[in-house]
């Protein structure tokens, strides 16, 4: 049912903590399985995600698409990481069964909101 990819990342998965003054954080949760993601990020100031970590509290595919999309955009800009949809995340892990692509929506819905959290307090710390 699910790759070699995705029982490597729900078994090892990468990246799990918090960051100490995280730039951005993000979380999401599925209203229908009523599972939540939690991520935050470091940028730098060349836009970078120099760092990224993540808490899952969900089913094998929510946690393997959290910890693929960590390694997918740590040490990206945030604009490569704006770029980063389900359909990518799933891709890289060699697939989702088609009942599971809902599950990878967590992991590119929570990195957009960490993004967006850092981009408004940037803005908020400009004005
Ligand atoms: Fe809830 Fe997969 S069943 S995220």
Request: glycine share 6%; proline share 3%; aromatic share 6%.
């Given at each position: 049912?699910?790759?070699?990819?995705?029982?490597?990342?729900?078994?090892?998965?990468?990246?799990?903590?918090?960051i100490d003054l995280a730039s951005g954080v993000g979380e999401v949760g599925n209203p229908v399985c009523g599972d939540i993601m939690h991520i935050e990020i470091k940028v730098n100031d060349d836009d970078i995600i120099e760092d990224i970590k993540f808490n899952t509290f969900g089913c094998a595919a929510a946690i393997?698409?959290?910890?693929?999309?960590?390694?997918?955009?740590?040490?990206?800009?945030?604009?490569?990481a704006e770029r980063i949809t389900n359909r990518t995340v799933a891709e890289a892990l060699d697939g989702l069964p088609e009942v599971k692509m809902h599950c990878s929506n967590l992991a590119a819905d929570a990195l957009h909101e960490a993004i967006k959290d850092y981009m408004d307090k940037r803005q908020a710390a400009s004005v």
């Open positions: 049912m699910y790759s070699q990819k995705v029982m490597d990342h729900f078994m090892n998965p990468r990246n799990v903590g918090k393997a698409t959290s910890s693929m999309v960590t390694e997918m955009v740590k040490g990206k800009t945030l604009a490569e």
